[in-house]
């Protein structure tokens, strides 16, 4: 069994599942920033869905992460470790990620103010992911 492509899956994998739990947490708070907006007769800010969708580009920082360990040659040992570490680095930004952006969203809908500074900090988040996606591609 070769587990340097159990870690290829990992990357992808743990990078997706943390773009899918982030998502999520950003989505509901999108979700009722808009109710709330709804119930008060206010415009739903249609701008609120790049806070709901910010941590989808993990997954394709773990995809991209995967592709090279595939084609790698080094030992099957260290590309799972670097596939179950990064993948967990990339998913967990992901995570963070979904809670930063439902800070904003909620901010956002409630002020109608601030989105430069909301998605500023969302943005710190997407830099881990892109940190530990550039870090693992030098290191295979």
Known sequence: MNFGMLGAAAALGLA???SA???GIAGQATIGAWKRCYMNNKPAPFIL??????PLTQTIY????????????FDSWFLLGVGLFCGLGIGMSAI????????????LAETGKGFSQYITIVGLCETVALFVMVFGLISV
């Open 21 to 23: 739990i982030g998502l």
């Open 49 to 54: 869905v790049a806070f709901a969708g910010a």
């Open 62 to 73: 773990g995809y991209l992460l995967m592709s090279a360990m595939l084609k790698s040659s």
């Open 96 to 107: 963070a990620q979904g809670r930063a952006s439902a800070s904003g969203s909620d901010a």
């Open 16 to 18: 997706a599942s943390g």
